[in-house]
């Protein structure tokens, strides 16, 4: 496994805590990503559980139930870190670790009840991800975590790249802002001076996103004829534990 050793600079870790999200370019060897998107072509093909499927969710687009056309449309194979060692491997590498370090501190953990999967974009029955915190359903002592996304292709505005609203990490947002699944609700003008802001995160294949779980993002379908891998994991520093009995609590944590 080639992969850089290089830190995030000041300038950069001055640019993530102003926007909520970073780029590091070509940080994953194409090798390994050639390898890590074979693998995960072929676990989507025979539906390796566990998966989510796009009926689960009932974002719009999705297929209207497993039944429906479509409704076999896989969104994400779950547990990506236990699912092989080509996955735990990049999830526990020195190049994501220096720079999580950065970012949250001495000692990093590796949450295996969030994110943790790899994100399959399909054609034809892909969803819309509307604007929403990360943070919303996570429960841990303060919100301080941050997802790393590898692009293992190029990921554009045409197969559902993500978009963020830049600087949202540090924003408190009244109740009314959000509807009843706390998504940022899109038809009060306060929401739509605020998503003129937008960014498309465009990235090449190695291109890895680092993001603050605070940060609002969504994401569009996938308009082309090519599904999207995009492995995705999510740390917090050690002093930053999930609250006992939760969803956050139920997977044991990884020390990076």
């Known amino acids: 496994m080639t992969l850089s050793l290089s830190r995030f600079s000041p300038e950069d870790i001055r640019r993530f805590e102003e926007c909520g999200y970073l780029v590091a370019r070509r940080l994953a060897d194409p090798a390994l990503c050639g390898r890590m998107k074979a693998l995960a072509a072929d676990h989507l093909a025979r539906a390796v ?22 409704g076999q449309t896989v969104r994400r194979l779950l547990q990506a870190y236990a699912r092989d060692e080509m996955f735990r491997g990049w999830a526990s590498s020195p190049a994501l670790g220096a720079r999580l370090k ?19 974009k399909n054609p034809g029955f892909s969803s819309v991800t509307r604007w929403h915190q990360d943070m919303r359903y996570w429960s841990f002592r303060r919100a301080e975590l941050v997802s790393v996304w590898l692009a293992l292709g190029r990921e554009h505005a045409g197969n559902g790249c993500l978009q963020v609203l830049p600087g949202t990490h ?11 699944k706390l998504f940022l609700r899109a038809d009060l003008d306060e929401n ?21 779980c605070r940060l609002f993002h969504a994401a569009g379908d996938n308009q082309t004829a090519e599904t999207k891998f ?7 520093a050690a002093d930053n534990p999930p609250s006992p009995g939760t969803r956050s609590a139920s997977l044991p944590e990884v020390m990076i």
């Open 170 to 180: 540090t924003m408190t947002f009244r109740r009314e802002l959000l509807d009843e």
């Open 192 to 212: 739509r001076e605020l998503l003129r802001t937008r960014e498309a995160v465009e990235l090449d294949e190695g291109d890895v996103l680092f993001f603050h």
């Open 230 to 236: 995009s492995p995705v994991f999510t740390y917090r």
């Open 102 to 120: 950065q970012l949250l501190g001495p000692q990093v953990m590796l949450s295996q009840a969030h994110h943790n999967c790899v994100m399959t």
């Open 49 to 70: 559980p566990p998966v989510e499927y796009e009926a689960d969710v009932g974002y719009p687009g999705a297929p209207a139930s497993r039944a429906a056309p479509g």
